[in-house]
């Protein structure tokens, strides 16, 4: 039987069965695939429904559709604070990573730095780690919940830590991101009619997150 040759992407490889949350056009799962030369192992999600990618992003159909060529369940209208609920995600405990690049409550709540607008972003980053937590495999197992942010003022006030604690997951790692260690992906705004414009990176990380054991 013929041997399957590991292929890597920064923190990731073909051998891992990743769930990819709230994607804008898609471009980052797609640049993970490319690196592959396999979509088989990824599950991407998105809120938007297909009719809203093909219109908010001008790339989003031809993502989607090289994005399934190469094997990819892409799978609309995913809410991360009820995607444990969707068949099509598959049982519990099943992912080797679970990915959300930079979440955004979206831009209808006043500006970054007030503090009602941190608490709709953190209530967001929470549900995502609540459904995270149920869907990625156990420490023991390998499995990694994935968090890209912005990690200066005001977005540092969003405290990814304290919220990972306060969702039984531990912060076992923290590695400056890098847009250009992802060839393709163009990160996106999403919201209020500028959702194709990208926005500055800045000073960012991958926040990695494991399951507490006692929780």
Partial sequence: MEVQETKRLKHYNNKQKILLVGEGDFSFSLSLARAFGSATNLIATSLDSQAELERNYKNGKANVEELERLGCNVVFGVN????????????SATYDRVIFNFPHAGFDYGREHEIKTIMRHQELVRGFMKSARLLAKDEDKGGEIHVVHKTEYPFSEWKLKTLGEKEGLELVSEIEFCLNHYPGYSNKRGSRGYNDSSFPVG????FIFKKQFFY
């Fill in 80 to 91: 991360v604070h009820s995607m444990t609920t969707k068949h099509n995600l598959g049982c």
């Fill in 203 to 206: 000073k960012s990380s991958t």
